[in-house]
């Protein structure tokens, strides 16, 4: 499981030079973890709730070196001009929340939105509006 999602988390250092892509990539390939495969998300987030009683050193051994490394890029781009300055880590947990929630609280959203199950667009829907959030928060607006 951890092996797939570290996979879903590597946009942002393979599109070190140009943010608005990288965080795109990013939060859809978070989403299309969680759409492709939900029950992975919940057995990495019921292992996490619990303690990680099991993963604990392979989260640290992994899961934070790619944390840190996402952040140093954050932090690169801030210097740069190209995004504002921002709490890098606090702003992937927000992202892990915000596209993990489609795959661990299906059932509530499903039931939110009157449906027995979300659907292709729901999860599009959800990356249009997580996008631009972010991109309207993160990013530097072009000069005019």
Excluded at 6 to 21: G, I, K, T, V
Excluded at 107 to 118: D, H
Aim: aromatic share 8%.
């Amino acid at each position: 499981v951890l092996d797939v999602w570290l996979l879903y988390m590597d946009n942002l250092s393979q599109r070190q030079n140009d943010p608005e892509l990288a965080l795109r990539e990013y939060i859809a390939g978070k989403l299309r973890f969680s759409r492709e495969r939900p029950d992975d998300s919940r057995v990495y987030a019921n292992e996490v709730l619990s303690g990680a009683p099991l993963f604990a050193a392979e989260i640290a051994e992994r899961v934070v070196p790619s944390l840190q490394a996402d952040v140093a890029i954050f932090n690169r781009w801030a210097e740069q001009g190209l995004c504002r300055a921002v709490d890098g880590q606090h702003l992937m947990i927000l992202l892990w929340a915000s596209t993990q929630v489609y795959a661990d609280g299906a059932s509530q959203i499903s039931l939110v939105l009157g449906k027995p199950a979300l659907e292709p667009q729901d999860f599009a829907d959800a990356e249009s509006l997580i996008v631009d959030m972010v991109l309207r928060t993160v990013l530097v607006p072009a000069a005019r």
